[in-house]
């Protein structure tokens, strides 16, 4: 489905983000039509002049709109759901719960600790980090964990916008810790999501650097 | 302003939680009555099972309307402003926009390096963590610092919740590497909450353990 807008939102991502990911699954399961501009972040391209203005916040994903500019995932997702009335689920105030359950607690561990132990040079990277950011992701895991084993979706009976936040970094190969065969509810969740229609890898919605393997090619 | 609730929402937090405080402030600058409920966080309050049956997520805050909860600080924020059509702001995607912002760059690294230097003991403290944690919340403060040097609030003309969201660990005493003095467009944003009309300090606002400093008493 097409929405009407006047011109086509354009989303600012790059495959290897998981925020960007969020969005950009957002907008696809809400049917909103939406063109990729790829930023080259690993060489800086979220901190260069021209996209800073476009996105002060110096992150991704940015969802230019034509007379707009919308940024952070969780703003994007809850916007594409409101406009189409998808993905909101039953109840609101639960489905916004575990929405922001994971910008705080699940993405923003999962995220950093999947960037400094694939995407960052070796000798830049503290095990002392890495082995706190993997306790703080454990603890939220578990309670993604127990609420998978009492109910098929995190919001109630039904996909949301919060299942899309809290798998934003679950369906990528590079290695951060995190192995499904620990979680087996969390495991059938994600087959779950997957099997929605329309669903897509992150690496085959959004584009990545020239030269990056499709399925594993972390930066060193 | 009391409103019509069947009963007094009951806000479960402590008074050194940042999380807990944007929802109080929150709520009482909606005008919304509630009463506080002291929870024994660094006694592992937020982790017995009575709390767990209330909170899932073993987090606080968490406000009890009686019929149900909410949790995770953002939701409350916006339950109290939509309920109340106070706080909001003009622009409802940018009043979004920061207030994921905060939860996924601001109070996230804020609130942990507050908890790591202040209330764990310091044979805990992990001087890697504490460094990368410091220069995530710089990075994250540079940031409110730019926005803030252009314009009196951070989604447009006037305060709404993304202001008390990523104000939530800033008004506390006890150290963590921010220093007001070296951002004076967050130092003057700060005096600008504070005068706002029923602002009351997190330790006036919410109950703390018993012999805890009212102005700095940090555990060790």
Do not use: C
């Given at each position: 489905m097409r929405e009407g807008y006047g011109v086509t939102p354009r989303l600012h991502c790059f495959g290897e983000s998981g925020n960007a990911y969020k969005a950009a699954l957002t907008l696809t399961l809400c049917g909103i039509a939406w063109e990729p501009v790829w930023v080259d972040f690993f060489?800086?391209?979220?901190?260069?002049?021209?996209?800073?203005?476009?996105?002060?916040m110096g992150e991704v994903p940015a969802?230019?709109?034509?007379?707009?500019?919308?940024?952070?995932s969780g703003a994007i997702q809850l916007w594409a759901a409101e406009r189409t009335g998808r993905?909101?689920?039953?109840?609101?105030?639960?489905?916004l719960r575990?929405?922001?359950?994971?910008?705080?607690?699940?993405?923003?561990q999962a995220g950093m600790l999947r960037f400094?132990?694939?995407?960052?040079?070796?000798?830049?990277?503290?095990?002392?980090?890495?082995?706190?950011?993997s306790g703080r992701?454990?603890?939220?895991?578990?309670?993604?964990?127990?609420?998978?084993?009492?109910?098929?979706w995190l919001a109630g009976e039904e996909p949301t916008i919060a299942d899309l936040a809290c798998c934003g970094y679950l369906f990528y190969p590079e290695p951060f810790g995190f192995d499904?065969?620990?979680?087996?509810?969390?495991?059938?969740?994600?087959?779950?999501?997957?099997?929605l229609p329309g669903w897509q890898h992150p690496?085959?919605?959004?584009?990545?650097?020239?030269?990056?393997?499709?399925?594993?090619?972390?930066?060193t």
């Open positions: 060489r800086g391209g979220a901190r260069r002049t021209e996209y800073l203005r476009l996105n002060p969802l230019d709109l034509g007379d707009r500019v919308l940024s952070q993905l909101l689920g039953p109840d609101r105030e639960e489905t575990w929405l922001f359950f994971d910008n705080h607690k699940v993405s923003a400094l132990g694939n995407f960052l040079a070796p000798d830049r990277r503290d095990p002392a980090v890495l082995a706190w950011l992701l454990r603890a939220a895991l578990k309670v993604l964990e127990a609420r998978l084993s009492e109910g098929f499904r065969a620990d979680w087996p509810a969390i495991d059938r969740w994600l087959d779950r999501i997957a099997a690496y085959d919605l959004m584009p990545r650097r020239e030269g990056a393997s499709p399925s594993l090619g972390p930066l």
